[in-house]
């Protein structure tokens, strides 16, 4: 080896530590200044910088090496390491230490720098987390176009996002990786059913069945009940409404009731009539009590009975669509749609309803929880 006629008299390497991310590799900022061996600035000019990474102090294998032309100015120089070869992103994950060795002209300066900063800011963009044991809990790869691991308290891998995998491949969940606390939003459902037969009466509503159900989140419940009424009794008229409620003892609640029956039988024996009814609210979180009721709606001797009850309640976390009310004042609602109800429509109602989209009492709740006003 030649003997050494320069000198490095400071090198500042965190000065920019990450300076740039280009496709090559990263790039990272080296400045320092050549003297002579007096310690007098080199003249100006440009020097043949041969650079290179070692994982120890002395001796050992270049993990990476470049050659690059600078200028001096008063000995000063400044160099991007990785703008001649590019910095491989394995040599920040896998070595906690580096050192940068200088040859000037073929003539190598030593000590070799190490570098503390520099590493740290490019390992970053690989993440790794781990436990004072050295237990790793989350880790980035290099493979697939790059990867994010999680892992459980043993190490093992529990959920794996791909970025560069499509579809179900982008994911990769192990068995019983998710279990059902886990799973807070996705559609629930409640199902009660009631088989006995139930008759009913003339005055408030009767309940034919209830369930309840408990949501995670605010979001929409839709419910659908079904059941058969029995009508008998009476050659003359003869009609039940069943409909879905909260309150127990309710009244007639239009549009959401189903009224069937008939003004005139040929005989007193039983009549059949499927009964399908629906309805949809917008709670907040919480535990919820729904019911199936009906009541007679002449006295006897006409008989009104229900049958084979059937209610479902579906949960939403978030609505789909137009998700629609009535109501008989539109305020609040600049969606509302005027329609006229007749006397062949209800025959105990008339008058201008609106129909509205419930999407927009979802919003007045959530901004009165934020102290918003509606607009």
């Known amino acids: 080896m030649r003997h050494k006629k320069y000198m490095l008299l400071y090198v500042v390497t965190i000065t920019l530590a990450l300076a740039i991310m280009v496709t090559a590799g990263d790039l990272i900022t080296y400045q320092g200044r050549l003297t002579t061996s007096t310690g007098a600035p080199v003249t100006d ?79 970053s963009k690989y993440l790794k987390l781990t436990d004072d044991s050295g237990t790793v809990y989350i880790a980035s790869t290099f493979n697939n176009g790059g990867s994010i691991q999680l892992s459980d308290s043993t190490g093992n891998p529990t959920i794996e996002l791909h970025g560069g995998l499509p579809g ?30 139930i008759e009913l009466s003339t005055g408030t509503m009767t309940d034919l069945v209830t369930l309840d159900i408990t949501i ?14 029995l009508l008998s009794g009476t050659t003359g008229a003869n009609s039940a409404r069943i409909q879905i409620d909260e309150e127990e003892g309710g009244t007639d609640l239009f549009p959401y009731y189903t009224q069937a029956g008939l003004g005139g039988y040929v005989n007193t024996e039983v009549n059949y009539f499927p009964i399908y009814v629906t309805r949809t609210y917008y709670k907040t979180a919480g535990t919820y009590t729904f019911r199936m009721e009906g009541r007679a709606i002449n006295p006897l001797p006409a008989v009104a009975k229900t049958w084979d009850h059937i209610l479902t309640a579906t949960y939403f976390s978030t609505s789909y669509g137009w998700v629609s009310g009535v109501a008989t004042n539109p305020s609040g609602h600049p969606e509302a749609i005027p329609f006229n109800i007749g006397s062949n429509d209800a025959p105990d109602r008339t008058g201008i309803y609106y129909n509205i989209d419930l999407r927009t009492e979802e919003r007045k709740n959530k901004n009165a929880r934020s102290g918003d006003a509606i607009q």
């Not at 200028?71 to 040599?91: E, K, N, R, W």
């Open 168 to 197: 179900d491949s982008s994911v990769i969940l192990p068995d019983s990786a998710i279990n059902t606390d886990e799973i807070l939003n996705e559609p629930g459902i409640a199902i009660a059913k009631e088989s006995a037969q």
């Open 216 to 229: 995670p989140d605010d979001g929409y419940i839709v419910l659908y009940g079904k059941c058969y009424l």
């Open 45 to 123: 000019g440009v020097y043949t910088l041969q650079l290179a990474l070692y994982a120890d102090s002395t001796g050992g294998t270049a993990l990476w090496q470049e050659t690059a032309m600078v200028s001096t100015h008063d000995g000063l120089f400044s160099h991007l390491l990785g703008s001649q070869t590019p910095l491989p992103a394995t040599i920040f994950a896998n070595n906690d230490i580096l050192y940068l060795q200088l040859t000037v002209n073929g003539d190598i300066v030593l000590p070799r720098t190490r570098l503390t900063t520099v590493p740290v800011a490019v390992l």
